[in-house]
């Protein structure tokens, strides 16, 4: 107990702390008020506030000092980078903690996947707590790289950086009590258990909850998150690149139920991140939508660090991880500095900490089998007059319309038809060379030349391809696979951008600022070749997403989503 | 399974309830508002809120249901009622759950008597979860029963219903670093800490919670519990039979921090249980105070429940055990109805319950050896004009003052004096038979006659006797042992009153009315003595109380309480 004592002989004033933040405006989250303190700190910790005396002396002259911001659900990948490049991003925005769902490395790398995270995020200048991901695979209409059980969940749940169980996104499967999903629920018990049933309400959502969900973070309307936060689940404020619901939710919180209230970002890309902001961006957000900032800052703090028991985090008190942000004005936030257990990590949106070497990285998961190009070609129908069905993307929407459509017929197949925007698109396997290949037609891209590919292709994470010959969606693969995975646009044989992504084919192994760079150049090749979406290649990556509706293209063919069957190309006739 | 899957089906509505609240005015302290539902019961909890059918069907017509009241911190000894007749007094009073700290258990029975506790409280209509007394002994200037290490501590945490380590009083020894408390906050890591530092400020606070102490309740003016507050600490609002510190402290509390405040009340007597009421009174006392309705009911549930981790209490929603209660004005709030897991135990202030069967009582606890009359003599002074230390009682108050008085000579020794009323205070060991006997004056019984002797005697619950004379005393002590524990009232040699406490020497194995009809003639029969204390008893088994100053007697002598020394009953010549 000297470390322990030491620190008591410092509060008691009988040695100088390390570090005094002297003339602070306190946000404590705690009492809910803002207070002058002059806040000692040590070892990591704060230690506590008064007449000390110290090495390192702050005088911040009124401006105020807050908790670090928590997030409560993202989903890393989404960022594409290494756990310390995503750190790198967002201690700059005063991100001090979050709780992470790394549903994408688990569907492509199993227990490995998950391993990988809690090893490559330790010692950062951002503390991370990791819930079990619950649907691996998402269902059986993909072939993913792993499959987890609650055996396999069970196996890790003890570990103390582990805070529970990941959104359980089988919601049907959970209120008609089916074993697979209340023995997830079960292996989480003492931890916390993460919901995840957009639209649910009534009875329904009566049965989910008494279950054993304890939070929620797809509401999009009021109503359902007002019913939801009655019934006691968690809500978290969801605020991310593309889901944005926390404007539309801000009226739901009051001083008296924010306890129950976290920010979440869910999914947000790099750039979005370091130019928009984190946490940071939902506080201002919160701010604007009238919650008092005392509210917002325990919203983005204490309030998630206690659903998630995440001890010492989330507060400025004495034993407090000294995990602080300072800032000159509630009005308009802006987080001038970030600390990290009392080391200074970022200021004026500079990143100024230290990151430690780089974990090795998971084995290669490219693994695919597949014959060009007659697995891509699909034939004419005997039947004159047969009709296909056509995904058809509805721009920033991970939902999709089906559409019927007279095929393109040419040297007795199905063609792309550039004229009516209806491109090919092909899934690959590419964890267990099953040599499954599913193709479709796809309406959305309008691209004119070339093929776009992904191995990042929501929940399994195969390679997709859409493209307006097969030649170049072949050449797409064979970079990609050359690549171990990532995104690349493709025209005229040649590659004309591309995004390596050779962690898990879903994240980079370079620095942020090269990743944001390589993205904005696929992007523009995207718009070069004739697409005119905002994210060609997330829309691209939605498309495999078999829960989602209304038609998807899996490894294993068509997808009615909706339904959750497979489908046919060919529409029969009636 | 079954029962789970059942539990959904009820929930899903193919099955009906066993129970639902019709026309309910819910009030969810999760939401933090009050709104109309139509709850549904079943197997003890509650299910969800809709559209259901039931087995049976209350119709609340618009009345408000809320979650059962929780108690944060009480002694259970300061009923004197066993367990069930504790359950039975409060149950009326819309109690659901206590956090108990039986310290006094502990001191006179060590772990058996914690054990003793644990197992006559299951099954009540009560619920309890139990603290580790961490002072046992309180000082090592009085004996005690028993002596708990951290180590004994740590035999008992893991327990499902022991909700962490009770009241750190050794608040100097926390601050101070000293292995022996430091290994008790260890002992209880994952579980809660609670604290009792009265008065104490500062950077020595600092250092007593960075230790880990994460509660206080024992705040009595609105700046020191504001201190407390903002350092994190849990705030206990205590409103007890003596210690009533709410209205003071109830301005401090806001919606903001609301979520880090209870009620408690830490000592209450029987009588005042029934008559004035529990934590009914601390809700009636703070929405009084200005505290909105909706804010004291979340204090008065499930900010306990949350602080203590009592999983599953302290709220109404799905998985939440059925612990309700009725009511018709929040502006008038009485309980008029009280459910425990889905069954009414209480009506119309009347206990409608049913109680389990009696555990057996612990071993007899007298175990005292003394010579009478030779041990309660004290022999003359040699030296003529010497003085004597005196206890003098502050009526209504645990600490006490010293004056000092010429002493009543006689037959050579010092004598009683009725005239300037300096009575003979006698406190014998009654664990170990050590033959300790402590021998000292008080003033503030103004007794004519006789003696009144008690065997809870805080901490170390020896026998206490104050008395006009030698021979009374005797009889005191000789009826106290006989009754294997109690309360005496004796005159001119014969017993006029008695309250048998033979769980113990502590509480009794009475019924509760009858427990109230012993205290009531017992006081009576002091009045009729010539004592004017309101609780004449009380203010006795206060006197042993080592850790409280000014002048206290214990079996080892005089306490200088303020500076915990033995002292001498002659003041030494200057």
Same mark, same amino acid.
């Given at each position: *107990?000297?470390?322990?004592? +030491?620190?008591?002989?410092?509060?008691?004033?009988?040695?100088?702390? =390390? /570090?005094?933040?002297?003339?602070?405006?306190?946000?404590?989250?705690?009492?809910?008020?803002?207070?002058?303190?002059?806040?000692?700190?040590? &070892?990591?910790?704060?230690?506590?506030?008064?007449?000390?005396?110290?090495?390192?002396?702050?005088d911040l002259q009124g401006a105020y000092l807050a908790p670090? #911001?928590?997030?409560?659900?993202?989903?890393?990948?989404?960022?594409?980078?290494? *756990?310390?490049?995503?750190?790198?991003?967002?201690?700059?925005?005063? !991100?001090?903690?979050?709780?992470?769902?790394?549903?994408?490395?688990?569907?492509?790398?199993?227990?490995?996947?998950?391993?990988?995270? #809690?090893?490559?995020?330790?010692?950062?200048?951002?503390?991370?707590?990791?819930?079990?991901?619950?649907?691996?695979?998402?269902?059986?209409?993909?072939?993913?790289?792993?499959? /987890?059980?609650?055996?396999? /969940?069970?196996?890790?749940?003890?570990? =103390?950086?582990?805070?529970?169980?990941?959104?359980? *996104?089988?919601?049907?499967?959970v209120y008609l009590g089916l074993d697979?999903?209340?023995?997830?629920?079960?292996?989480?018990?003492?931890?916390?258990?993460?919901?995840?049933?957009?639209? #649910?309400?009534?009875r329904n959502l009566n049965a989910y909850v008494l279950a054993g969900v304890r939070s929620d973070h797809e509401s999009t309307e009021l109503s359902e998150a007002r019913e939801k936060l009655r019934l006691g689940m968690h809500m978290l404020l969801r605020e991310g690149s593309t889901e944005r619901n926390l404007a539309t939710l801000a009226p739901l919180v009051t001083p008296q139920n924010a306890a129950n209230c976290s920010f979440a970002t869910d999914d947000k890309l790099a750039g979005d991140l370091v130019h928009e902001g984190h946490i940071d961006h939902c506080v201002r957000v919160a701010i604007r939508m009238g919650i008092p900032p005392v509210t917002a800052f325990q919203i983005a703090s204490i309030n998630t660090a206690r659903h998630y028991r995440l001890r010492n985090y989330g507060a400025i008190?004495?034993?407090?991880?000294?995990?602080?942000?300072?800032?000159?004005?509630?009005?308009?936030?802006?987080?001038?500095? !970030?600390?990290?257990k009392g080391k200074l990590v970022a200021e004026d949106g500079k990143f100024v900490g230290v990151l430690p070497g780089i974990v090795s990285q998971p084995r290669s998961t490219m693994n695919l089998s597949y014959r060009a190009p007659e697995d891509f070609r699909v034939a004419a129908p005997s039947r004159s007059g047969a009709k296909i069905r056509v995904i058809e993307i509805i721009p920033n929407q991970i939902v999709t319309r089906q559409a019927i459509e007279a095929p393109k017929l040419g040297q007795g197949e199905v063609l792309p038809d550039i004229t009516r925007d209806v491109l090919k698109l092909v899934v690959v396997e590419r964890h267990h060379a099953t040599g499954n290949v599913g193709v479709g037609f796809v309406r959305?891209?309008?691209?004119?030349?070339?093929?776009?590919?992904?191995?990042?292709?929501?929940?399994?994470?195969?390679?997709?391809?859409?493209?307006?010959?097969?030649? &170049?969606?072949?050449?797409?693969?064979?970079?990609? !696979?050359?690549?171990?995975?990532? +995104?690349?646009?493709?025209?005229?044989?040649?590659?004309?951008?591309?995004?390596?992504?050779?962690?898990?084919?879903?994240?980079?192994?370079q620095p942020l600022?090269?990743?944001?760079? +390589?993205?904005?150049?696929?992007?523009?090749?995207?718009?070069?070749?004739?697409?005119?979406?905002?994210?060609?290649? *997330?829309? #691209?990556?939605?498309?495999? /997403?078999?829960?989602?509706?209304?038609?998807?293209? !899996?490894? +294993?063919?068509?997808?009615?989503?909706?339904?959750?069957?497979k489908t046919e190309l060919f529409v029969q006739k009636t």
């Open positions: *107990m000297r470390n322990v004592q +030491q620190k008591l002989r410092i509060a008691r004033g009988e040695e100088p702390a =390390e /570090l005094l933040f002297k003339n602070a405006n306190l946000v404590n989250v705690l009492s809910g008020e803002i207070h002058p303190a002059n806040v000692a700190v040590a &070892d990591g910790r704060v230690i506590g506030w008064g007449d000390y005396s110290a090495h390192e002396e702050i670090s #911001l928590i997030d409560g659900h993202f989903h890393v990948e989404s960022s594409m980078l290494t *756990m310390p490049e995503f750190a790198r991003a967002v201690a700059p925005h005063g !991100t001090g903690t979050v709780v992470i769902d790394p549903h994408e490395y688990a569907n492509v790398l199993g227990l490995d996947g998950i391993r990988y995270v #809690l090893e490559s995020s330790k010692n950062l200048p951002v503390d991370f707590f990791i819930m079990l991901p619950s649907c691996v695979p998402a269902t059986p209409l993909e072939t993913a790289g792993a499959q /987890l059980t609650a055996g396999d /969940l069970k196996l890790m749940i003890a570990d =103390e950086r582990i805070a529970g169980i990941a959104e359980l *996104m089988n919601y049907p499967g697979s999903e209340l023995s997830k629920i079960e292996a989480g018990k003492g931890k916390n258990i993460d919901g995840h049933a957009p639209g #649910l309400t009534g008190a004495p034993r407090f991880w000294a995990d602080l942000i300072v800032f000159d004005d509630p009005g308009h936030f802006q987080v001038r500095q !970030t600390y990290k959305g891209f309008k691209l004119r030349d070339g093929a776009l590919g992904s191995t990042v292709a929501h929940d399994a994470h195969n390679v997709v391809v859409v493209g307006t010959n097969d030649t &170049d969606i072949r050449i797409a693969i064979e970079r990609l !696979t050359k690549l171990q995975g990532g +995104q690349v646009a493709v025209a005229n044989s040649s590659i004309k951008a591309e995004l390596p992504l050779p962690i898990a084919g879903l994240v980079s192994d600022e090269e990743v944001m760079a +390589q993205i904005q150049k696929l992007n523009a090749a995207a718009h070069e070749l004739g697409c005119d979406l905002d994210a060609p290649f *997330m829309t #691209l990556s939605f498309l495999s /997403l078999s829960p989602i509706p209304e038609l998807k293209l !899996t490894d +294993q063919g068509l997808v009615d989503a909706a339904h959750l069957n």
